[in-house]
T-cell receptor
C-alpha cells in the first residue's frame, strides 16, 4: 500500500463548477499537508498548506484535513480554465527531517 | 522571488553514458532535493542534502549519485544511464524555517535510448 493515494483522473469539469480533489494516507505521523499545482512543462508550485487538522481558505481554494480518517481535500470554487493543471497532494512529518511524500497527482481540465 | 534553475530542459543520452544534471538555487536555502516524476507514480525522492558536502539517500537512489560542493548547487549524476532512467527530473530547495514549502525547478526531461 502506498503511503499516499491520489486518484490520477483526469477530471474534466465545466467552467464555474466546484472541484473536489482528494487524497488518503496511511502514516499517522504526518503533520503538514500541502497541495501543489503543476502546469504543463513546469515544476510544481505550492498552492496551500495546512498544519495538523482543520480547514484553510485562500480565495477560491479551501484545504481540509481530517486526521481521524486520514483524508485530505482541496476544493476549488468557481473553477476557471486557468485552473487546468495537475494537483499534487503532499505530506510530511517533523520526525524524519520533514521528508515529503507526494501523491501521484490529479489532472484537472476546466472547460470554458 | 526564489528561483531554482536546472541546466537543461530536454536531454537525450545513450545507454551507458554518464549524465550530469545540475541545479542552482539563488535563495541561500540549506536543503536541496532531487526527484524523478513518472506518470502514475508521482514524485519520488532520489537524494537530498541538508548542507554542503552532505547527502542522504532517498527512496530510489540506485543508479544515481549526487554532489554538493557549494550551497547553491546540487548535482545529480547517472553513473551509467539506462532506459529505465528515462523520466522527468525535478530539483527542489527549501529553507529550514519553512520545510513544507519546496521550490521546484522547471524540470529536465531525460530520454535514454
Amino acid at each position: 500500500q502506498k503511503e499516499v493515494e491520489q486518484d490520477p483522473g483526469p477530471l474534466s469539469v465545466p467552467e464555474g463548477a466546484i472541484v473536489s480533489l482528494n487524497c488518503t494516507y496511511s502514516n499517522s505521523a504526518f503533520q503538514y499537508f500541502m497541495w501543489y499545482r503543476q502546469y504543463s512543462r513546469k515544476g510544481p508550485e505550492l498552492l496551500m498548506y495546512t498544519y495538523s487538522s482543520g480547514n484553510k481558505e485562500d480565495g477560491r481554494f479551501t484545504a481540509q484535513v481530517d486526521k481521524s480518517s486520514k483524508y485530505i481535500s482541496l476544493f476549488i470554487r468557481d473553477s476557471q480554465p486557468s485552473d487546468s493543471a495537475t494537483y499534487l497532494c503532499a505530506m510530511s512529518a517533523v520526525a524524519g527531517g520533514f521528508k515529503t511524500i507526494f501523491g501521484a497527482g490529479t489532472r484537472l481540465f476546466v472547460k470554458a | 522571488d526564489v528561483k531554482v534553475t536546472q541546466s537543461s530542459r530536454y536531454l537525450v543520452k545513450r545507454t551507458g553514458e554518464k549524465v550530469f544534471l545540475e541545479c542552482v538555487q539563488d535563495m541561500d536555502h540549506e536543503n536541496m532535493f532531487w526527484y524523478r516524476q513518472d506518470p502514475g507514480l508521482g514524485l519520488r525522492l532520489i537524494y537530498f542534502s541538508y548542507d554542503v558536502k552532505m547527502k542522504e539517500k532517498g527512496d530510489i537512489p540506485e543508479g544515481y549519485s549526487v554532489s554538493r560542493e557549494k550551497k547553491e548547487r546540487f548535482s545529480l549524476i547517472l553513473e551509467s544511464a539506462s532506459t529505465n532512467q528515462t523520466s522527468m527530473y525535478l530539483c527542489a530547495s527549501t529553507s529550514p524555517g519553512a520545510p513544507y514549502e519546496q521550490y521546484f525547478g522547471p524540470g529536465t526531461r531525460l530520454t535514454v535510448t
